[in-house]
């Protein structure tokens, strides 16, 4: 009976959660402008999407801004985590303390900062000021995800290299890092669903003129229920979905491969 009603409870905690998504989805297929009234299905609100320049602008700038904060996210996290490897002690605590501040820190209070931050430095705010925020707080995710993949190496194993002939630069490019690759791979793509899907974050470091799809699909929201919405939301939501996947996927894959070893 006690598993019976956890399902019961399981279902309708995920039904409470999806159900508004559902819904979305389902009416940004409808050929109607009124949520309340379907008048077939259609792709309508999605190919007027093409034809919106805000929502086309938003999109480019969505894009870039996460391939580029994943890029340099990835490269910082990595970089940061094998330096992170070496330091033992309270130094290394304290550093993977300040690493956590920003992961468990509210978006707000990262967004007010950050901007505050960038207004002091006298830079202007827009795509550069976005970008580097992107990068401020994706940083410490890669860097969560690649230590653990770090500590688990044969602390010998840099060593090894050097003395069978390797410079430093090859112990790191051909030994260090093809080991540590899935959890670089698992860091580069939370870097992206993270920048791919911020609001909060951006409301506060973005500049007029500029704008990625959260902003323009709340900026949308404002001005009355447009069906565009619907149809960039869904948008988002599966482009977010295939990424979680392919994270929870490529994680299973190294726990079963962690277990056969």
């Known amino acids: 009976m006690s598993k019976y009603l956890s399902r019961v409870y399981t ?5 409470f959660l999806y159900a508004p998504i559902a819904v979305l989805i389902f009416f ?23 034809d919106d320049r805000i929502i086309v602008q938003a999109f480019y700038n969505t894009i870039t801004i996460a391939i580029l904060t994943t890029i340099v996210a990835t490269v910082l996290g990595t970089i940061a985590a094998i330096g ?7 130094k290394k605590k304290v550093i993977m303390n300040l690493n956590y501040m920003p992961v468990v820190s509210p978006d ?6 950050l901007m ?9 705010l827009g795509y550069v000021s976005l970008l580097l925020a992107h990068i401020t707080f994706c940083t410490p995710y890669v ?10 190496l044969n602390k010998y194993l840099f060593e090894a290299a050097l003395d069978l002939g390797a410079t430093p630069w090859q112990a790191i490019r051909k030994v260090i890092l093809p080991q540590i690759m899935p959890g670089i791979f698992t860091g580069g793509l939370l870097a992206f669903t993270l ?13 007029s003129g500029i704008n990625t799809l959260p902003i323009a699909i709340y900026s949308m929201a404002k001005r009355g229920i447009n069906p565009k ?3 960039v939301s869904t948008i988002l939501f599966v482009v977010v979905l295939v990424l979680l996947i392919i994270v929870n996927k490529r994680t299973n894959t190294e726990k079963k491969e962690e277990g056969v070893n």
């Not at 279902?11 to 039904?15: I, S």
């Not at 992170?84 to 309270?90: D, Q």
């Not at 707000?108 to 900062?113: F, M, P, Q, T, V």
């Open 195 to 207: 920048s791919l899907d911020d609001f909060v974050v951006s409301f506060f470091t973005t500049g």
């Open 84 to 90: 992170l490897s070496n330091i033992k002690g309270v």
């Open 28 to 50: 940004s297929f409808n050929n109607s402008r009124y949520r309340g009234q379907w008048d077939g299905f259609s792709l309508r609100w999605y190919i007027e999407l093409l």
């Open 229 to 231: 919405i619907n149809a």
């Open 11 to 15: 279902f309708l905690v995920f039904l």
């Open 143 to 152: 860097i969560l995800s690649v230590l653990p993949k770090i500590t688990q």
């Open 108 to 113: 707000i209070l990262i967004g007010i900062s």
């Open 116 to 124: 505050i931050l960038f207004i002091f430095s006298n830079i202007r």
